[in-house]
């Protein structure tokens, strides 16, 4: 290998046990990150960001050495990370990483496998089957399902998507794979008015075009109204979602799935971070969603693994196999492969760290961890609506939508807090007006954290008072 490396660039050789240094420096700079977090500013100080420029360097001419270039990324960048991973952040649904998922993923790292198929990687292989029924288990899904683990929901909703329309197109007699769009038969689409975005862009890259999509009138938690969905037919597609994005609720899926599939319809269900409460106490808040046809859910949000591990669930295993199929002369792969039930043909073995949370938590520490971040945010809504702010949502699951008097004060606070370091969330709007979100997801987070959140807000508020 020196002499490879020789060969390749004199001055940058490299032997193996320079490797092994390296990557022990790298392993020890983690670690420090990680043993601090809890202490680090949940947004960067300015003077971090002001530095970053340090990363506007010239394409060099003979490389730099990998030393010099770890201790960049760890000197200019840690400092500029937004601590999402540690336990006063309540931005977005971002979920912390557990210690065994985190673990994992070095050994992911190391192995660098090819987990497509058994003969690229027959260890990633087992290991993300036995994580794909652990999955159907673990959100009591159809045991038979196919699962696809993917970069992201947006990701995994583009490939049930896929299935789902040449599914119902196949019903109809039309072979999409052979004839495409050309002169297909219409199919339908509907969801609801706060569908997420990952959602709508799925569809709008799949071609249903932005101005076909039926947008259905929801109610003041942003679900469906019932008796306002129009009628499905065996063309149609139905989109509901398990967690709306700003107050967590659920569509009424033990009414409106067998509704639509009783005319033909395939319901898809968006459960990018909802679709875990099906693992709480709080299971009746998604009963009736195991009728769908495809789901999708990440693991990266609320099951606390690393980015980016996500899954697509469809109910016929061979509507994904077919959909997703990618079979090559020089890899061949069974019809349960992770190559043909993805988009990607290459990837890394993102199953492994979501089968050690599985793992590691079981049924329990999944439920506890579910359940606590309910109970968090309802602890936090039922403090912040005794000081005075104004609480949007009925507090079902981890969301917590926040409006302080007017407009202009919600969003100063929301800046001020987020300036703070002392923790972070987010601006939405809702209704037409600006909010903030809480967003209660990591195992980190604990009755302390909570406390300094409350405190603060109670701060901010106070002073624009005065
Ligand atoms: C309800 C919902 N669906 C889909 C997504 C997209 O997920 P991802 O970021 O994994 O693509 C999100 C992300 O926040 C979400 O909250």
Redesign the pocket.
């Known amino acids: 290998m020196e002499y490879v490396l020789d060969q390749l660039n004199g001055s940058a050789a490299t032997s193996d046990s320079d490797e092994i240094h390296l990557l022990r420096d790298a392993d020890e700079r983690a670690r420090a990150y990680t043993a601090t977090i809890a202490g680090r500013r949940a947004w960067p100080a300015r003077e971090a960001l002001g530095v970053l420029s340090a990363f506007k360097e010239d394409f060099p001419q003979s490389g730099m050495t990998a030393e010099d270039t770890l201790r960049l990324l760890d000197e200019v960048g840690s400092p500029a990370t937004s601590a999402s991973t540690g336990p006063n952040y309540f931005g977005?649904?971002i979920g912390g990483v557990l210690p065994a998922a985190a673990a994992a993923e070095r050994m992911v790292l190391a192995w660098d496998q090819r987990a497509s198929t058994f003969d690229s990687s027959p260890v990633s292989d087992a290991i993300e089957t036995q994580a794909a029924r652990w999955i159907l288990e673990a959100l009591d899904l159809p045991r038979t399902a196919g699962v696809g683990f993917g970069?992201?929901?947006?990701?995994?909703?583009i490939a049930c998507l896929a299935a789902a329309r040449r599914s119902v197109l196949a019903r109809a007699g039309w072979n999409w794979d052979r004839h495409g769009a050309k002169g297909a038969p219409d199919v339908k689409v509907m969801l609801p008015e706060t569908a997420?975005?990952?959602?709508i862009k799925a569809l709008r890259i799949l071609g249903f075009g932005l101005d076909n999509l039926i947008r259905l009138p929801v109610d003041d938690a942003g679900r469906a109204i019932v008796e306002q969905v129009p009628d499905a037919d065996d063309l149609t597609i139905l989109c509901l979602?398990a967690?709306?994005?700003n107050t967590g609720s659920f569509d009424h899926f033990a009414k409106l799935i067998p509704m639509a599939q009783a005319r033909g319809a395939w319901v898809h269900v968006?459960?990018?971070?909802?679709l875990w409460a099906r693992a709480s106490s709080s299971r009746a808040l998604c009963d009736g969603v195991e009728e769908a046809d495809s789901w999708?859910a990440?693991g990266?949000?609320w099951l606390n693994t690393p980015y980016?591990g996500?899954f697509a669930i469809c109910r016929e295993a061979s509507d994904m196999a077919t959909a997703m199929s990618s079979e090559a002369v020089y890899a061949p792969a069974s019809a349960s492969a992770q190559q043909n039930l993805t988009l990607e043909f290459s990837r890394r073995a993102r199953g492994i760290p979501i089968w050690a949370a599985l793992r590691t938590l079981g049924r329990d520490g999944l439920r506890e961890l579910v359940d606590r971040n309910i109970s968090q945010a309802q602890h936090v809504a039922q403090r912040l609506r005794a000081e005075g702010y104004e609480i949007l949502n009925e507090v079902v699951l981890n969301q917590v939508l926040v409006r302080a008097g007017d407009d202009d004060c919600t969003q100063h606070i929301c800046r001020a807090a987020q300036e703070s370091g002392v923790a972070w969330f987010g601006m939405t709007r809702w209704e037409g007006r600006p909010a903030f979100r809480l967003s209660f997801s990591s195992w980190r987070t604990s009755q302390e954290n909570l406390n300094r959140l409350v405190e603060l807000l109670v701060g901010l508020f106070r002073d624009t008072k005065v």
């Open positions: 977005y649904v970069t992201s929901a947006t990701a995994c909703t997420h975005v990952a959602v979602q967690g709306e994005v968006d459960g990018a971070f909802g999708t990440d990266h949000k980016d996500a």
